[in-house]
């Protein structure tokens, strides 16, 4: 988000990214109980990755902040790059901290029990990327 879009459309306006947001923690337990995750148990936050130290962290915040929602042990783990790798944790819960169905949450079902969908059409997922748009476009006006 902050290197690859910028490079590939260097006069597009990139907005903020769409997490961490306590507002994701709604799509997160819903896409958890969708799955059948009782509510009950340690949760892996899985996320793609990345080689941006930044995103890493802003997995870690977005786990903190669904650990106090849930009221569970929730940790962050990656697939591609960061650490800890999703493969070595092991976890029986994965909630999915993807957009969209593909690779990385094909590779998600194969390393733990339940795996929630990604947040995908949620609600509240279209509530904060419009937010994002809204502030975005307010900058690029000024």
Same mark, same amino acid.
């Given at each position: 988000?902050?290197?690859?879009?910028?490079?590939?459309?260097?006069?597009?306006?990139?907005?903020?990214?769409?997490?961490?947001?306590?507002?994701?923690?709604?799509?997160?337990?819903?896409?958890?109980?969708?799955?059948?995750?009782?509510?009950?148990?340690?949760?892996? *936050?899985?996320?793609?990755?990345?080689?941006?130290?930044?995103? *890493?962290?802003?997995?870690?915040?977005?786990?903190?902040?669904?650990?106090?929602?849930?009221?569970?042990?929730?940790?962050?783990?990656?697939?591609?790059?960061?650490?800890?790798?999703?493969?070595?944790?092991?976890?029986?819960?994965?909630?999915?901290?993807?957009?969209?169905?593909?690779?990385?949450?094909?590779?998600?079902?194969?390393?733990?029990? *339940?795996?929630?969908?990604?947040?995908?059409?949620?609600?509240? *997922?279209?509530?904060?990327?419009?937010?994002?748009?809204?502030?975005?476009?307010?900058?690029?006006?000024?």
């Amino acid at each position: 988000m902050r290197v690859d879009l910028p490079a590939q459309a260097p006069r597009a306006v990139v907005t903020a990214a769409v997490g961490p947001d306590p507002r994701l923690c709604v799509a997160l337990a819903d896409r958890l109980a969708e799955a059948g995750y009782d509510g009950t148990g340690a949760v892996v *936050l899985a996320a793609a990755g990345s080689t941006d130290e930044h995103s *890493l962290d802003g997995v870690r915040r977005q786990a903190a902040l669904l650990a106090d929602h849930l009221g569970v042990e929730v940790t962050a783990a990656f697939l591609s790059a960061g650490e800890p790798r999703l493969a070595d944790v092991q976890p029986a819960v994965v909630a999915s901290y993807l957009l969209a169905p593909g690779a990385f949450h094909d590779a998600m079902a194969t390393a733990a029990t *339940l795996v929630s969908a990604p947040l995908g059409d949620h609600p509240v *997922l279209a509530d904060v990327v419009l937010e994002r748009y809204d502030e975005a476009a307010a900058g690029a006006a000024r």
